[in-house]
């Protein structure tokens, strides 16, 4: 049977983590499994946890008015959903929901924020790993930006 750090070293974000840098990261996780269609987080509510998803397809959806909630961001295997556990108010920016039956890893945030004030090399370890990995997620925005908008000229 595999270990959940050994799960969670299959995701681009930690695969270069040292074994024990791993297993304080699993020290916080647990699996978890969602139906298609289960609601994973919601937009406002309290942000104390992320998931690595394993295997399936996450929506992550903002609600606009006049047009309810649409998807913004798709989220699969190795990829992380949900940023909102990192800062405060750590309050949810996004609802996510599982698009089809869906196995994740959920990583308790509070546990994880509370590691790294323990150890800071850690928190820097992982910050830089988790920083890399949104200037991704920015720059797929803007990319996808540009498509709908075009530049304008």
Not at 51 to 56: D, P
Not at 117 to 132: E, N, V
Request: proline share 5%; with cysteine; glycine share 10%.
């Amino acid at each position: 049977m595999r270990t959940l750090d050994s799960l969670i070293r299959e995701s681009p974000v930690f695969a270069d983590l040292e074994p024990e840098d791993l297993e304080l990261v699993a020290g916080c996780g647990q699996n978890v499994a969602f139906d298609a269609g289960d609601r994973l987080f919601k937009e406002g509510d309290e942000a104390d946890s992320f998931y690595l998803v394993r295997h399936g397809l996450v929506a992550l959806e903002q609600y606009v008015p006049n047009k309810g909630m649409l998807t913004v961001e798709t989220v699969g295997p190795g990829e992380i959903a949900g940023w909102s556990w990192l800062v405060p108010p750590y309050r949810w920016q996004l609802s996510a929901r599982a698009i089809e039956p869906t196995r994740a890893i959920v990583l308790d945030g509070a546990c994880l924020r509370g590691k790294c004030d323990d150890d800071p090399a850690l928190g820097y370890r992982l910050l830089s790993r988790i920083s890399g990995e949104l200037v991704q997620v920015i720059t797929q925005a803007r990319l996808q930006l540009v498509d709908v908008y075009g530049n304008g000229r």
